[in-house]
């Protein structure tokens, strides 16, 4: 694989080129689609920091995702907990980790949180070292950036502060950190996490029929953590 990046009109660019077919699949689910050309208009932050850590880390996320391959997540949610309370931001656990964190049954594949957007670029800061997608605002989801480290994807996506009204909407870019969460404890920590039945409807709308059975098979049990799962509130 290659990466191949290029300013124009102050405008940079990164693709990622030269990927056989299981390294095209894995880098699709990897949100790095090979051959996609991803502008970054002037003012994106650390642009430099992430192709120099993306040379780094690209063949080490590709090898992860072909293989299978699960990384401590419990390590790099630490860390990322450490990161948000230095830099005093906001935020909610989102994805797989807030089921996780709850005590339902399942290995999660990446760390995400949601922010606001000056959370974002606080974030960004704070994983300059290890950020492989710049901090940049896409329309209609909001500013967001990514990292690699200890072997596992950590995502913060930041939105506008907003109060909820009506239904939750199924899109996390329609919810901000004013969202009615819930909270949880993990580790001597508050949390605060998506109501369950939202993300169980979540999951039955991007079709994970195994997830959706590992929330049901915690509610039958009431909530009850699992032996080593951190402990949980329903």
């Not at 090898?63 to 450490?82: E, H, P, S």
């Not at 300059?128 to 996506?157: H, K, N, S």
């Not at 506008?160 to 993990?186: H, I, N, R």
Request: glycine share 8%; hydrophobic share 40%; net charge negative.
């Amino acid at each position: 694989m290659q990466i191949l990046t290029n300013v124009t009109d102050g405008w940079q660019t990164i693709q990622i080129t030269e990927a056989d077919p299981d390294q095209r699949a894995a880098l699709a689910e990897l949100g790095h689609a090979a051959d996609v050309v991803h502008r970054y208009p002037p003012g994106t932050l650390y642009v430099e920091h992430a192709v120099a850590n993306l040379w780094r880390t690209l063949d080490d996320m590709v090898r992860q995702k072909i293989d299978k391959t699960t990384a401590d997540w419990r390590a790099a949610f630490r860390d990322l907990l450490g990161r948000a309370e230095k830099a005093r931001i906001p935020f909610a656990v989102v994805g797989s980790v807030a089921l996780a964190v709850r005590g339902v049954d399942i290995c999660p594949g990446d760390v995400d949180v949601l922010t606001t957007t000056e959370g974002a670029d606080a974030l960004g800061e704070s994983y300059r070292d290890v950020l492989v997608v710049p901090v940049a605002t896409e329309p209609g989801f909001g500013r967001w950036g990514r990292a690699f480290t200890g072997g596992i994807r950590v995502e913060w996506l930041g939105t506008p502060t907003a109060v909820q009204e009506g239904p939750w909407p199924l899109a996390a870019a329609d919810w901000s950190v004013a969202s009615p969460f819930d909270e949880v404890s993990w580790e001597d920590q508050t949390l605060r996490v998506p109501p369950l039945e939202l993300q169980r409807q979540v999951e039955v709308h991007r079709q994970r029929p195994d997830r959706v059975a590992a929330i049901d098979e915690y509610r039958r049990t009431r909530g009850r953590p699992r032996p080593g799962a951190g402990g949980a509130v329903p």
